[in-house]
């Protein structure tokens, strides 16, 4: 408890899945949460939750793609706690359409979303976290951004360019002390998943993918973003976390 005492920090998607569970466990540790995602009843919800446990929050509807969108979420956080000090780009489209079926437009679509919202989110928020004396970056790729996949190319794609990124703005702004991290999210049940899960062939496939015998929850990949995001990790930066049951390991 306290890992993040007096701690600001935003959280995109999540409204559900991995960003809900990252939010909850951030406001317990102590931290004041934005949360933001383009499903507002759904992230009213995460608010009440939090702030029914005691904690503080504030819920955006947000296109994390729009420029527009992050500059009034970065002047209506700082307007309201005073500093930022933890971003955790965490929203994000999946695509598993192949190369040559895929059209520009949907092509497009998953960069924006994937990897120009990235770029977005630390361009508006570096410069208070340089103005409070540093930060911690936690952005969400995947085994993705690890290893190719059949069938997989623009999500594939846009996971990789996210993890070069990270480490980019690691080297970029560690004389500022902000750090910047990815995960990689193995096979974990969230609601981007749930409709693959129900398909009992396909939920085994990606057990016998999975060294440890269960597929992964929110809750397992939260536990990584609160140490990257904590304190606990001031001299790590330019990482990438596989969370993933083993499988990279492969």
């Keep these: 408890m306290g890992r993040l005492l007096n701690k600001v920090a935003i959280i995109t998607g999540a409204a559900g899945g991995m960003g809900k569970a990252d939010a909850l466990l951030f406001a317990k540790e102590g931290a004041k949460v934005v949360v933001t995602d383009l499903q507002e009843d759904k992230i009213n919800e995460v608010v009440r939750e939090i702030e029914a446990s005691g904690g503080e929050a504030l819920g955006f509807k947000h296109n994390v793609a729009s420029e527009e969108d992050w500059v009034r979420i970065v002047d209506e956080t700082v307007a309201k706690f005073g500093k930022i000090d933890i971003l955790v780009n965490n929203a994000g489209i999946s695509n598993a359409t192949p190369f040559m079926d895929l059209t520009v437009e949907a ?96 939920r085994q496939w990606f057990l016998s993918q999975t060294p440890l015998p269960r597929l992964g929850k929110p809750e397992d990949i939260a536990q990584g973003v609160l ?22 390991a492969k």
């Design 107 to 202: 092509w497009e679509k998953t960069m924006s979303i994937n990897v120009t919202s990235i770029f977005l989110g630390q361009k508006y928020v570096i410069p208070h976290m340089i103005e409070a004396g540093g930060g911690s970056i936690v952005n969400i790729s995947s085994i993705a951004g690890l290893t190719g996949g059949s069938g997989t190319g623009p999500y594939t794609a846009s996971k990789g360019a996210v993890r070069m990124l990270t480490k980019a703005t690691a080297v970029d702004y560690a004389k500022h002390n902000i750090r910047a991290n990815s995960i990689h999210p193995g096979y974990i049940e969230t609601p981007m998943t749930v409709d693959l899960m129900k398909d009992e062939n396909m």
């Design 227 to 248: 140490f990257l995001a904590s304190d606990d990790s001031s001299y790590i930066t330019g990482v990438e976390l596989p969370i993933d049951g083993g499988y990279y």
